[in-house]
């Protein structure tokens, strides 16, 4: 599991939405699951997460998965979890009636 801060989620959400809307109605041929596996790689690695994306899926008629694998600071070897970010993300989300 991914160590994110709990406005990734929302940021990995805007960064994906447009991707799907271009690419949710088109045919699955190689060549444009090949390219959306490029663009939703490549704006998420814009926008700081590193992902996976599986298109087999695609074969049985279901949506490809994509998969953060992290965030890409998070990746760079010395740099860690700010783990108190994290108790305040946490804290101002229970205040504000979330989670």
């Known amino acids: ?3 994110l801060y709990d406005d ?3 940021k990995i959400r805007a960064i994906l939405e447009p991707v799907v809307q271009k690419w949710g109605r088109k045919s699955n041929s190689a060549e444009n699951l090949q ?3 490029q663009e939703v790689i490549g704006r998420l690695r814009d926008g700081g997460y ?4 599986d298109v087999t899926p695609t074969l ?3 949506p490809p998965v994509v998969s953060i694998v992290g965030r890409v600071d ?3 070897e010395g ?3 700010d ?3 994290h108790r305040y993300d946490i804290r101002k989300s229970r205040e504000q009636g979330g989670r």
């Open 8 to 10: 990734d989620e929302q």
């Open 50 to 53: 590193e992902a996976q994306v």
């Open 83 to 85: 783990v108190e970010r």
């Open 60 to 62: 049985a008629g279901k």
């Open 79 to 81: 740099v860690e979890f």
């Open 35 to 37: 390219l959306f596996h």
């Open 1 to 3: 599991m991914p160590r």
């Open 74 to 76: 998070l990746l760079d």
